[in-house]
């Protein structure tokens, strides 16, 4: 199973990024995709959580109206557009899926939101 995440990076307050996570080694189509972020001295935060088919999502309540999370079972990709940055969005960003038997994470991808 290999997860590779693209996109993060340095962006000024009230900017946009759009995160990308490929996934490869199992049916991206049968998993909840899920993306968390880690701060620096803080716990990991689920961001977001998009289900099988893409029609339902859920966010945290701290970026509700500002991220959207999509999939593409084509590519086998998730996707996290984030809109209207703010500093306290900076963290390391990795999407994730589990199953009953494993945990899948990506290595993750900085963002960095600062003036």
């Known amino acids: 199973v290999q997860f590779v995440e693209s996109g993060g990076g340095l962006v000024q307050p009230g900017g946009s990024l759009r995160l990308s996570c490929v996934v490869s080694g199992f049916t991206f189509s049968a998993y909840i995709m899920n993306w968390y972020r880690q701060a620096p001295g803080k716990g990991r935060e689920l961001v977001a959580s998009i289900s099988t088919r893409g029609d339902r999502t859920n966010y945290a309540d701290s970026v509700k109206g500002r991220f959207t999370i999509s999939r593409d079972n084509a590519k086998n990709t998730v996707y996290l557009q984030m809109n209207s940055l703010k500093p306290e969005d900076t963290a390391v960003y990795s999407c994730?899926?589990?199953?009953?038997?494993?945990?899948?994470w990506g290595q993750g991808t900085q963002v960095t939101v600062s003036s």
């Open positions: 994730h899926t589990d199953n009953a038997y494993s945990t899948f």
